[in-house]
Nanobody, 124 residues
Framework: QVQLVETGGGLVQAGGSLRLSCAAS????????MGWFRQAPGKEREFVAG????????YYANPVKGRFTISRDNAKNTVYLQINSLKPEDTAVYYC?????????????????WGQGTQVTVSS
């Protein structure tokens, strides 16, 4: 069993930056591809970014390309999401998730473990 805990959310002005972190319990972190999703009020959870087990092949949803960067540190059991040039439409609860695959899926149902989420609110 893996537990994921996200931190780093908050209230920022448009154009600002945040760095989200997701810490995993246990010693099998490198066995999981990791993803970040977000869910805005009244909307479905959507894929934001994913990274493979050993940190290669990061990829992003089109709305965040060029502004978001996903990375991971397997020695620290942590995955990060650097968010720059924040926009009000980025406001959502951000979740990290782990999948027992090599490459990170883009479909939420393909993930095995989820964190509790961290709120990101962007004011205009």
């Amino acid at each position: 069993q893996v537990q994921l805990v996200e931190t780093g959310g908050g209230l920022v002005q448009a154009g600002g930056s945040l760095r989200l972190s997701c810490a995993a319990s246990g010693n099998t972190f490198s066995s999981y591809a990791m993803g970040w999703f977000r869910q805005a009020p009244g909307k479905e959870r959507e894929f934001v970014a994913g990274i493979s087990r050993f940190g290669a092949t990061p990829y992003y949803a089109n709305p965040v390309k060029g502004r978001f960067t996903i990375s991971r540190d397997n020695a620290k059991n942590t995955v990060y999401l650097q968010i720059n040039s924040l926009k009000p439409e980025d406001t959502a609860v951000y979740y990290c998730a782990g999948a027992r695959t090599t490459l990170a899926p883009k479909i939420a149902n393909d993930y095995n473990y989820w964190g509790q989420g961290t709120q990101v609110t962007v004011s205009s």
